[in-house]
């Protein structure tokens, strides 16, 4: 989006410092920013007021500043974080097509990258990067979005109540997915009860004419149709789902073929990403692109070529033949109940999951130790990283645990993004990692400020 920098001022409630200029969206990261965006520097782990004069030397137009300006253009405000959320908000007027919000304890990333890909293919969309989903990457990804953008899509994390609502608050959605409600992040919302209330927040806030895509199959989320005024259409492979998922066939690295019947005509649908539980995100994205008008054969068709954000069922061979789920994006036990079930599909003799702490959650321990019980049933040998709460000894070097592994053997690496265990999935293929590879969620972590 384009603006000026007195708009800013006005709607910050800043003094503009220096001369009115034209500005062209909005960078936190003084790396990644662009010429003519404005710079935002958050305070958190460090001062993003650190690094304005880089930002200015690598063509910021204007800043914000919660201390006195340094030259060029400036908006002084109170607080920089608070000020990114009111422009946005005051700029969300500018578009007008539809705003799919997207949240859920687990499938939200997935399902924001899905519908994504299969709006894509008729529509001029626009979406978070990665997991840019809270208060810092959500006005952000609205005040970045071209200007010839026909459908966004903003996935909407949350950590307690009222966090999404303050998201809606700002991004103001007309149609709300919700996935999943999971044990995530339920220890600071009172239990799984105050997860779905926390959740539920996304279609309190769509308007009477909006449309509510609620997950048929998980009885929580069900029972959001009773919360919104709006249209409900439910996906899922329950008998009165609106987009009901039928014939779902996995093959030699769990990725699904299903028919999804829906309002707009029947289409069958190959995944390219793996995972049984990847079909109700795919059904989601495609009630998504039914409710909006888009061709719904073609974003059918996209999605046997979607790339999904980084560490989230990426399944890659060593050098010696061995299959590595690296899903170790996030957990919960309801996602570390998939991802072991996408790693049993797998066809091997041998099956390793290397699993760390699933943080945030309601009863740790009966929990971590539940998880270790399903993968057991299976057959699945256990490794814990960095935490005892499994019931079993951690080991300090999961790669020199496991040994030669050679084709046959398949091996998930998962546990909360904070864990960092992208590390040992790359140590198996023997590959570096970037430690700024990706953002660390809204849920595990809160905005972080810009770093050189």
Partial sequence: MRFEAIEVATATGGRLVGPNVAIDGVSFDSRALQSGQLFVPIVADR??????????DRGAAAYLTAQPARGGTAIEVDDTLHALMRLAAAQRHRYEGPLVGVTGSVGK????????????????????????????GLPTTLLNAPADTEVMVLEMGMRGFGEIRALCDIARPTIGV?????????????????VARAKAELVQALP?????????????????????????????????????????????????????HTPWGEVRVRLGV???HMVHNAAAALTVVGAVGADLSAGAAALADVGLTAMRMEITRTAAGALVLNDSYNANPTSMRAAIDALVALPAGRRFAVLGLMAEIADAPQEHRAVLRYALDREVEVLAVGTDLYGITPVTDPVAELGSLAGGDAVLVKGSRVVGLERVAAALLGQPVDPH????????????????
């Fill in 47 to 56: 001062d993003g007021h650190e690094f304005i004069v880089g930002a200015l």
């Fill in 109 to 136: 990333t997935s399902t924001k990258d899905l519908a994504w890909a299969a709006l894509g293919a008729s529509r001029r969309t626009w979406a978070n990067e990665r997991s840019f989903n809270n208060e810092q």
């Fill in 178 to 194: 919700i996935t999943r409600v999971a044990e995530a992040h339920s220890d600071r919302v009172g239990g799984i009860d105050g």
């Fill in 208 to 260: 009477a004419d909006g449309i509510a895509v609620l997950n048929a199959d998980d009885h929580r989320v069900r029972a959001m149709r009773s919360l919104t005024a709006a249209t409900v259409l439910q996906y899922g492979e329950a008998d009165d789902a609106d987009v009901r998922v039928a014939d779902v066939v996995l093959d030699e690295q769990a990725r699904a073929t299903f028919t999804a």
């Fill in 274 to 276: 793996s995972g049984r």
């Fill in 437 to 452: 590879q990706v953002a660390v969620p809204a849920e595990e972590q809160r905005p972080q400020g810009t770093t050189e």
